[in-house]
């Protein structure tokens, strides 16, 4: 089961480019208003870009860091692939 912050993604993911207001994401996902603003202040220290407007929600702009959600929503290849990312690797 994915956690909030991914589900989250996954959701202005899919709402292309198009904004999300925080009390959908909040019934979607059975957490509280702060709650979803606590997970999208995470996700942006993790470096994704996403854009807040009072009324309107939230709109995900671009991501400043590898993550495998991303990367799979904006693959153009249809063929099956596995990514994986990761922070840090304990060899080269």
Do not use: W
């Not at 059975?30 to 929600?57: F, M, W």
Request: aromatic fraction near 8%.
């Amino acid at each position: 089961m994915m956690d909030h912050q991914a589900q989250i993604l996954h959701a202005l993911l899919a709402a292309d480019h198009r904004y999300v207001s925080g009390n959908e994401l909040a019934r979607q996902f059975k957490i509280s208003r702060p709650a979803v603003y606590n997970n999208i202040l995470k996700l942006e220290r993790c470096g994704h870009q996403i854009d807040t407007k009072k009324g309107l929600g939230y709109c995900y702009e671009q991501s400043g860091c590898l993550n495998s959600q991303v990367i799979n929503h904006y693959r153009t290849t249809t063929y099956p692939v596995d990514v994986q990312t990761f922070d840090t690797l304990t060899s080269t």
